[in-house]
């Protein structure tokens, strides 16, 4: 088995709000292409695409399902995204590789949240798109309404290309204004061809002619008979609509009822025959490693090798599978390729072609299509595989970064290098999450895009590596210096039956500006205390900073002088005087107005116009400071500083705030001071002697 030729395949992501179907009608459209045997449910856990165990559980996508269809000579590429906010890192993947969207819609909600956010996307990424109104097979189904919000809210110029007989118990089947045909159908690919319903001639009539009226504005040719009063034929309007659809003027629609397969062969035709293929793309442009010269390659076969690879995916018994999409040239199982990200050769294991879980053997993937490759060895999500001879960098997923954070600990004593090792490679699989133990307060934090990622990661856990993590809030990551400067001795003198120890030091602490860290000065004249003992004071210096003298956490931007001192023949010792550096800095610092520093994040807040004074006012309860506020679109951008301790959960609270139509990005700008009241506080809680001035 062999890839097509380019301009036989079609790259397509359906993205979708949680709900509206989507997966079902992947499903629908791999059953009619023939690449299952009969349509799988979500409901009843028997979908192809969503086949892991928490899916099935949840009954809900939570990884991007992968899989082809074939139809009318050409292989779709479906890419089924997640429809939940928490999984959007699997989104932004899928539409990296993808050449087109089909955006489904549920026909009793119309445009919701998960609708505007991933239109939010495509906008970003200029992706041509079609839509899909699907279940019009259910209560409160309304096309017309959905046509209407299409343009209302999301500034859609759409071109229905199918119309539904009826809604509801009465949805039957639909009108194609392509081909002016109507089609009444008795279950998944059963179907009569029947003239236009004579109650629905006059709305057939007017909404052709404003398709063939979009489609003709696409191309000179088709406008000239258009104005001359001379008919367009199905394929010259079919020819219009692709135009159109590749230059964004267009969005065509199509209606359907997923789980009666009621009007997915038309969709199929919309995907087969409108929207935009490999080919089309023209080059692939990517930089030189290590340049940012522009290099740029011809989607063709026998061009030089361009690959992405896009998703990561550990499976038991196979190991990793990287799926990658070839852009150029062509590659097969044992080839050795270049990852320009690694600079590392690898060689490609077998190749296969998925339809979910179920993969088969192809012999060689060519420019413009999608396959996964086992156990490659140093390669991960974002890298490129290319030529050795002609090396090439691609663009990387842009991946969404963590909005959330919580502490794990191991549930059984023992754990905690499976843990380690088991939060590593699901980082692997999801870039999203993330995974690191702080040494300041001495937690393994865990980050994600919400709780409900957060909930399926641990699963994760517990399902592929057997261990479980209690979850809690993480501690502050708080920081300590100074604001004056002080003198103090730092005495340690101790008699014991035979040889004792002794050693003074004493310690000039100045503060620094922020950022500029720490200095040891080493000002002693006349041997107050022997060279050979000043880098030992000055590890005791560092070892009482790492410990702190307010609340415990590590002292930053201060300048450390030893300037005299005093030591003893016999019991002076490197182990005295780095206790007296230690009890010096101590005994400094109390009286060098000691302050807390809180750890300060920019955020940028997106949202819907009406929920801005809400937004702002709430970063302003939470300390925040409001820097910027733009307009994007069809949304309102808010850039602010809030202190991390404030942002706890944000992302939770700013969807309810906003009825979830409002995310966010955060990452970290600066260490400031904190104010009294939350330095007493967080002093307080940590149970040491305030030694303040």
Known sequence: MKSPSPDKIRNVAFVAHGGAGKTTLAEAVLFLGGSVSRMGRVDDGSSALDYAENEKRREISINLGIAYANWNGTKINVLDCPGYADFYGDVKAGLRVADSAVVVMAAPSGVEVGTELVWQFLDQMNLPRAICVNKMDKEHADYRKCL?????????????????????????????????????????????????????????????????????????????????????????????????????????????????????????????????????????????????????????????LAALVFKTVAEQHVGELSFFRVYSGKVSSGNDVLNTAKDETERMGQIYVMVGRDRKEIEEVTAGDIAAVVKLKKTSTGDTLCAKSNPILLKPVEFPKPVLEVAVTAKSKGDEEKISSGLQKLHEEDPTFTASFDPVIKQTIIGGLGDLHLDVMVEKLKDKFGVEVEREKPRIPYRETIRATAKAEGKYKKQTGGRGQFGVAWLRLEPRATGEGFEFADEIVGGAIPSKFIPAVEKGVLERMGRGVLAGYPVVDVLVAVYDGKYHNVDSSEMAFKMAGSIGFREAAAEAKPVLLEPVYSITVTVPDEFLGDVMSDISSRRGKIRETGQSGRYQVVKAQVPLAELYKYSTHLRSITGGRGYYEQEFSHYEQAPPDVQAKVVAESGQPAEVE
Request: no cysteine; proline share 6%; aromatic share 4%.
């Open 148 to 304: 209407a919000d299409l343009s209302d809210m999301l500034g859609a110029r759409t071109a229905p290309v199918t119309i539904p007989i009826g809604a509801a118990d009465g949805f039957k089947g639909i009108v194609d204004l392509v081909e002016e045909k109507a089609y009444i159908y008795d279950g998944p690919g059963k179907f009569k061809k029947e003239d236009v319903p004579a109650d629905m001639a006059d709305e057939v009539s007017e909404l052709r002619t404003q398709l063939i009226e979009a489609a003709a504005e696409s191309d000179e040719e088709l406008m000239e008979k258009f104005f001359g009063d001379e008919a367009l034929s199905a394929d010259e309007i079919r020819r219009g609509l692709r135009e159109g659809v590749a230059a964004a003027t267009i969005v065509p629609v199509v209606a359907t009822a997923a789980d009666s397969g009621v009007g997915v062969e038309s969709l199929m035709e919309v995907l087969v025959g409108v929207m935009p293929s490999p080919a089309d793309t023209g080059e692939v442009v990517g930089t030189k490693p290590r340049s940012e010269d522009e290099e740029k390659r011809p989607t063709t076969a026998d061009a030089p």
